[in-house]
């Protein structure tokens, strides 16, 4: 099971509430949680694999080819569509959950530079060098267990 879950349960700040709001959900399960709840239903949980690393790279990725392709996307689904789904929510609010880069701000720069000149050096700063990751992505291994009783 791969989930976005909580990994820091500091209060979300107004752009992380603006962001839950644009994408219509804002998950507060930790890892923790999920493993109970699988439990609960009869799994016996094997392994966890924190993957936020490498689902904050998919999304910086994506985000970067989201501005590459931005003409050929417009010319094929609109303006309005790509403002509204690429732009606001690939490139504006999903970098926000997943920014554990483990970039300076220069290498950011350097591998994401599309980001970086759409959404400007500060938002691109405050988000992978001094906003806390709050939310990650969990990774659980776990098997249904047959009750034979």
Same mark, same amino acid.
């Given at each position: 099971?791969?989930?976005?879950?909580?990994?820091?349960?500091?209060?979300?700040?107004?752009?992380?509430?603006e962001?839950?709001?644009?994408?219509?959900?804002?998950?507060?399960?930790?890892?923790?949680?999920?493993?109970?709840?699988?439990?609960?239903?009869?799994?016996?949980?094997?392994?966890?694999?924190?993957?936020?690393?490498?689902?904050?790279? $998919?999304v910086?990725?994506? *985000?970067? %080819?989201?501005?590459?392709?931005?003409?050929?996307?417009?010319? #094929?689904?609109?303006? +309005? =569509?790509?403002?509204? $789904?690429?732009?606001?929510? *690939?490139? %504006?609010?999903?970098?926000?959950?997943?920014?554990?880069?483990? #970039?300076?701000a220069? +290498? =950011?720069?350097?591998?994401?530079?599309?980001?970086? *000149?759409?959404?400007?050096?500060?938002?691109?700063?405050t988000?992978?060098?001094?906003?806390?990751?709050?939310?990650?992505?969990?990774?659980?291994?776990?098997?249904?267990?047959?009750?034979?009783?």
């Amino acid at each position: 099971m791969e989930d976005f879950t909580v990994q820091n349960p500091e209060p979300e700040s107004p752009e992380e509430l603006e962001a839950c709001s644009s994408l219509r959900f804002c998950s507060k399960v930790s890892t923790s949680k999920n493993c109970e709840l699988l439990e609960t239903a009869g799994f016996q949980v094997e392994s966890y694999i924190n993957r936020t690393r490498e689902w904050s790279e $998919f999304v910086w990725a994506r *985000a970067e %080819q989201s501005l590459s392709l931005r003409s050929s996307i417009v010319s #094929l689904h609109g303006t +309005e =569509v790509y403002s509204s $789904f690429y732009l606001s929510q *690939a490139v %504006q609010n999903i970098p926000k959950f997943y920014h554990d880069l483990g #970039l300076s701000a220069a +290498e =950011v720069e350097g591998k994401y530079p599309k980001v970086w *000149a759409e959404m400007g050096e500060n938002w691109v700063r405050t988000w992978t060098q001094e906003v806390p990751q709050k939310y990650g992505g969990s990774h659980i291994v776990a098997r249904k267990v047959i009750n034979l009783e």
